[in-house]
């Protein structure tokens, strides 16, 4: 196994010890979480870059690095419904939408096509991970008072009350729905086929 493929395999790891780690209800939990899910984050553009980088994409990397990612992002977002700091239907909105792609690329594969990543679909997980980030820092703030003016700072802007995490929210939400009908509309000519 390549050296990308490996990271990717280890953000797999990363989520199980974020689901975990969430699961503790307590700060200290949170905090791991919150590494944890940096880190996967970081693993996910190193991955990527390493396999363009050093010319080692294979077929396991293309199944496997989009599949840990869904996995990592259904995951937090499950969590934050969980938490009252999600919409359950949003939540169901963004699972349903990585199904969707699923499907349509597993169709696009046996009939001999490759649908691509696009770049609304890379906006749509950069406002995702945000999100997971501000929201894991408003519920680490929540159970733990900063001690600091730069902590408070963080305290105020993660809020949800502040315009920080619904900004990231609301636009992971929408590009959610963009990216989605996007993958649609290039597939659509195979679905009718």
């Given at each position: 196994?390549?050296?990308?493929?490996?990271?990717?395999?280890a953000?797999l790891?990363?989520?199980?010890?974020?689901?975990?780690?969430?699961?503790l209800e307590?700060?200290?939990?949170?905090v791991?979480?919150?590494i944890?899910?940096?880190?996967?984050?970081?693993?996910?553009?190193?991955?990527?870059?390493l396999?363009?980088?050093?010319n080692?994409?294979?077929?396991?990397g293309?199944?496997?690095?989009?599949?840990?990612?869904?996995?990592?992002?259904?995951s937090?977002?499950i969590?934050?419904?969980?938490?009252?700091?999600?919409p359950?239907?949003?939540?169901?909105v963004?699972?349903?939408?990585?199904?969707?792609?699923?499907?349509?690329?597993?169709?696009?594969v046996?009939?001999?096509?490759?649908?691509?990543?696009?770049?609304?679909g890379?906006?749509?997980?950069t406002?995702?991970i945000?999100f997971?980030i501000?929201c894991?820092?408003?519920?680490?703030?929540?159970?733990?008072?900063?001690?600091?003016?730069?902590?408070e700072?963080?305290m105020n802007?993660?809020?949800?009350d502040?315009?920080?995490?619904?900004?990231?929210?609301w636009?992971?939400?929408?590009l959610?729905?963009l990216?989605g009908?996007?993958?649609?509309?290039?597939?659509?000519?195979?679905?009718?086929?």
């Open positions: 196994m390549n050296l990308p493929n490996s990271i990717t395999f953000r790891v990363l989520t199980a010890i974020f689901v975990v780690s969430v699961s307590s700060t200290m939990g949170l791991i979480a919150l944890v899910f940096i880190l996967a984050a970081i693993s996910d553009w190193l991955d990527g870059y396999a363009r980088k050093m080692l994409v294979t077929s396991l293309k199944l496997m690095d989009p599949l840990a990612d869904k996995i990592l992002v259904s937090a977002f969590f934050f419904s969980s938490v009252d700091r999600c359950v239907w949003i939540t169901a963004i699972i349903g939408r990585e199904f969707l792609v699923t499907g349509l690329r597993q169709i696009a046996d009939k001999g096509e490759v649908i691509a990543a696009d770049n609304l890379k906006w749509k997980t406002f995702q945000a997971s501000t894991l820092l408003s519920l680490i703030f929540h159970s733990s008072a900063p001690d600091s003016a730069f902590g700072f963080l802007l993660s809020s949800p502040s315009w920080l995490s619904p900004f990231f929210l636009g992971a939400f929408l959610t729905l990216s009908f996007n993958y649609l509309k290039k597939s659509w000519k195979l679905l009718l086929d």
